[in-house]
């Protein structure tokens, strides 16, 4: 059984910053690309970054410059700093990650996390 439990989020003043984690679980046998996505109320679900297993990120327009994807493979975790937070991206923001649970596996499958809550507010 694999789980992804993502932590940090909460309610921050427009300018202010976050670190989001979240934490893979189970019987892993390798991990390959992690992401984040967010979801506003109303909206599609929608990629903010992600990072692959040798380190190589990608992030949406919106968030370039301001947030910053890594992770500890040591820790199968991956990280989200958010620096200079908007209204716009409150949001709940939930982690992807293609695992393979077993050697015999060629193609990873896709876990999300159940998200976490982030509001962006004065």
């Known amino acids: 059984q694999v789980q992804l439990v993502e932590s940090g989020g909460g309610l921050v003043q427009p300018g202010g910053s976050l670190r989001l984690s979240c934490a893979v679980s189970g019987s892993i046998f390798g991990i390959d690309t992690m992401a984040w996505y967010r979801q506003a109320p109303g909206k599609e679900r929608e990629l903010v970054a992600h990072i692959t297993n040798g380190g190589s990120t990608g992030y949406a327009s919106s968030v370039k410059g301001r947030f910053t994807i890594s992770r500890d493979n040591s820790k199968n975790t991956v990280y989200l700093r958010m620096n200079s937070l908007k209204s716009e991206d409150t949001a709940v923001y939930y982690c992807?990650?293609?695992?393979?649970?077993?050697?015999?596996?060629?193609?990873?499958?896709?876990?999300w996390g159940k998200g976490t809550l982030v509001t962006v507010s004065s």
């Open positions: 992807n990650a293609d695992i393979r649970t077993s050697w015999l596996q060629s193609n990873a499958v896709a876990y």
